[in-house]
């Protein structure tokens, strides 16, 4: 099963889950995580799942067709992500909302958030189901749409019972869902309803990845550091500091990386915890705007001096280690009413070196396929307008980065290496859509021949990506999987 990740860290995790679900382990295709978080990333996927479709409708001569026993099911697409469902449950509308992809629904498979609950779904049949259908045929109707039952086809030969970890690093969902309506976003409407996970059923997750070897865990979620609570409209209390002391204590993974937080949950005890050295000192928050205006017509939680405060304490955490801590934001340019001024509050976030890693997007009015109430406001800011001011924020935010990684050279870090020459991953962990295959490099392969450098990649603690031209490893073994102590350079 080949597969393509479109998003966040969240579709990340499921697409783990699905592609070693029982009810993917005898199907061949596809599997494509989508994303609704702008229209652009809407167009994306969709761009993807039509040339993937015709591909599966025109195969190369060399796949010859394997009907009868031993062969498998036609090739289809699954798609799940934030595109495939409506509060975590595939979207029976879904070909209404994306008309383009009609045509295709002979190829498609639209699938919801998690394979454990379709896969429940099956194991509850009644009696007369069973007698009356084949196991495929139940799993069909009930689970996907109209029009995509699976028949006998090319039988491509990839029948996967128990896929290995896809990802270097594990993502590991704590929470999901949200309750704030962001009027920016349409996370409520797919994804549902905050939920959180069990800290004891985290550790446990965490453990085996361990015991597999596993060096890095990611912290995902769509409001993770919610996590605890029943409401994530409530932000007078934080339990996140709760769940990451027991990490810390029942475990002994050496990196615990926490990927986007809502910062109006980061209380002065999540801070502390935050200077541990097992947790990764990439610190990355849903800023959004600097502009306290433009934060009330989002509906966030927190207001712009809230927001700095915060910024400049996590960037002068003082570690044990002496790491220096790196902060990253998500920052929405041209939200509707967004002033010159408004965009300054932005900027100057930046300019002043508060935040070191900016992943900046332009307002999307979600004209295509879902909206979101934003998208009706007044005052729209044009799309020169944004064009302009994202130009400025991305020029800020690359010469910050620069001085950042430049104040860190000769420093010492530890790296954990993901890449190694003549391996089949993309730079963030995961099989290109081309392969069907992913297998870890035999150690023969990246030894030193010829005078030829060996190529590799990873990461510093502090999120500064390191290779073999810009790090000079002092202690440890370039093998991916492996973590080494080295200087920038």
């Not at 596993?214 to 919610?226: H, I």
Request: with cysteine; charged share 30%.
């Amino acid at each position: 099963m080949q597969f393509k990740v479109f998003g966040c860290k969240v579709n990340k995790y499921y697409t783990d889950n699905w592609l070693n679900s029982e009810y993917l382990s005898d199907k061949t295709g596809i599997f494509v995580a989508s994303c609704v978080v702008t229209d652009k990333a809407k167009r994306k996927w969709i761009k993807f799942v039509k040339q993937a479709v015709r591909e599966l409708r025109n195969p190369p001569p060399s796949v010859p067709p394997q009907n009868g026993e031993g062969g498998f099911a036609e090739p289809k697409i699954f798609i799940s992500g934030c595109g495939a469902f409506k509060k975590g449950k595939a979207q029976e509308d879904f070909f209404d909302i994306y008309p383009e992809l009609a045509e295709f629904q002979d190829k498609i498979v639209v699938l919801g958030e998690k394979p454990e609950e379709l896969e429940r779904e099956i194991d509850g049949e009644t009696k007369k189901e069973k007698k009356n259908q084949s196991p495929l045929e139940r799993e069909m109707s009930r689970n996907t749409l109209k029009g995509t039952s699976e028949t006998e086809g090319l039988g491509i030969k990839n029948k996967i019972k128990k896929l290995p970890q896809i990802y270097t690093k594990k993502f590991l969902l704590i929470q999901g869902g949200c309750n704030s309506f962001c009027t920016f976003c349409l996370t409520v409407q797919k994804r549902g309803r905050h939920y959180f996970r069990d800290k004891d059923d985290i550790v446990q997750e965490i453990l085996e990845f361990e015991k597999n070897g596993g060096k890095e865990v990611v912290l995902t979620g769509v409001n993770l550091s919610a996590w605890g609570l029943q409401d994530t409209n409530d932000t007078s209390v934080s339990r996140f500091a709760e769940l990451l002391e027991y990490i810390l204590k029942n475990t002994s993974i050496p990196r615990v990386r926490i990927s986007s937080m809502g910062p109006e949950f980061i209380d002065e005890k999540c801070l502390e915890v935050f200077k541990e050295t097992r947790i990764y000192p990439h610190f990355h928050y849903s800023v959004q705007s600097g502009s306290s205006k433009v934060l009330k017509a989002m509906r966030r939680h927190y207001d712009g001096k809230y927001m700095r405060d915060l910024l400049e304490k996590t960037k002068n955490l003082k570690r044990e280690d002496g790491v220096e801590v790196s902060v990253g934001a998500d920052l929405i340019v041209g939200f509707p009413g967004e002033t010159q001024k408004d965009f300054e509050d932005t900027y100057n976030l930046v300019k002043d070196g508060l935040i070191t890693k900016v992943h900046a997007f332009p307002f999307s009015a979600h004209t295509f396929g879902e909206s979101v109430p934003a998208g009706r406001f007044p005052d729209q800011v044009s799309d020169t307008e944004k064009k302009e001011r994202m130009w400025k924020l991305e020029a800020i935010a690359d010469q910050v980065r620069e001085d950042f990684i430049e104040r860190n050279i000769g420093k010492t870090f530890k790296v954990l290496i993901e890449v190694v020459k003549g391996s089949s991953l993309c730079p963030d962990g995961h099989l290109p859509p081309s392969r069907e295959t992913q297998t870890s490099p035999s150690p023969s392969l990246v030894r030193r021949g010829n005078n030829q450098e060996i190529k590799w990649k990873g990461w510093t603690e502090n999120y500064i990506e390191a290779d073999e031209k810009t790090f000079e490893i002092i202690e440890g073994k370039i093998e991916k999987n492996t973590i080494v102590i080295g200087k920038l350079k």
